[in-house]
């Protein structure tokens, strides 16, 4: 079972390298004990997304319903044939993580096939669901059962994760409308996206962004570089999203460079080295 189960793992592993290099490199900053249970959470969670978001051919609906009845099936049974969702039981079971995050993620994922437009308290719901309890699965595993110290990070560990799920929201509002149909924030019109819209939405993203800080800091030495690393892509990504007009946004995709990313990596690794963070 041993090399079956890390078999599975390296599946994870390979997955999330092929969908996302700027969450491999925040992966490689944790301790390395970390590395294999965060690899299991984004290959679970990244599968689930591309049912609803790319499987245009297929029964969505279908498929994540399957997908949801195996998940928790390998969880009671400690073992799955499916290599992703082997390798994320091992880390719910070893963890604890509780069923309510799970359940809360594959929701959201359930309101991708049917929502379009979202009011606040449909909004809110689904941050929560796609992204907070996403942090909060991964706060599990960086607090290792110890769950005075995982309550004491529960909401700054929200706010990081509501961060950078509305900065993907903004930075992807052209392709989610016309691919998908959908406009995430309450109450905006895609073709009514103003100045005075982006810079409301901007003043709520500071501000998660703001509270998360404190509860970065916090958290133990083995994963708070790595953390920390993510905090800052994400907010030299929104910055540059702040700086560019309304018009631009419902034009582009905007990304930051390979070497901007490069650059982040070297000056934070810096900051941990001398004891700045």
Known sequence: MELFDQTTMECSKLITQRYSTSFTLGIKTLDKKF?????????????????????????????????????????EDGVSFNPVLNSFQLVVNKY???????????????????????????????????????????????????????????????????????????????SDYEERGRVYFPGVDFNEFTKLTKDEIEA??????????????????GAKLGVYLAYRYYLKLFRKIKRLPASRIKQERIRIKDSMKMRILLMTYFQHRINML
């Open 35 to 75: 590395h294999m249970p965060v690899y299991a959470i984004y290959g679970f969670v990244r599968y689930a997304d591309e049912i609803v978001d790319t499987f245009h051919n297929y029964d969505k609906k279908s498929l994540l319903q399957n997908f949801k009845k195996e998940t928790y099936k390998a969880i």
């Open 204 to 221: 709520d993203i500071q501000k998660d962004f703001d509270d998360a800080l404190e509860g970065i800091l916090s958290l133990p030495k």
């Open 96 to 174: 604890k993580i509780d069923h309510s995050l799970i359940e809360a993620f594959l929701h959201s994922m359930e309101l991708d096939l049917e929502e379009t437009t979202y009011d606040q308290t449909g909004y809110n719901e689904y941050i929560y669901g796609s992204a907070e309890v996403v942090g909060l699965m991964c706060l599990k595993v960086f607090c290792e059962n110890n769950q005075i110290l995982y309550d004491s990070l529960v909401a700054p560990a929200k706010k990081l994760g509501a961060a950078f799920q509305k900065v993907n929201f903004i930075r992807d509002i052209k």
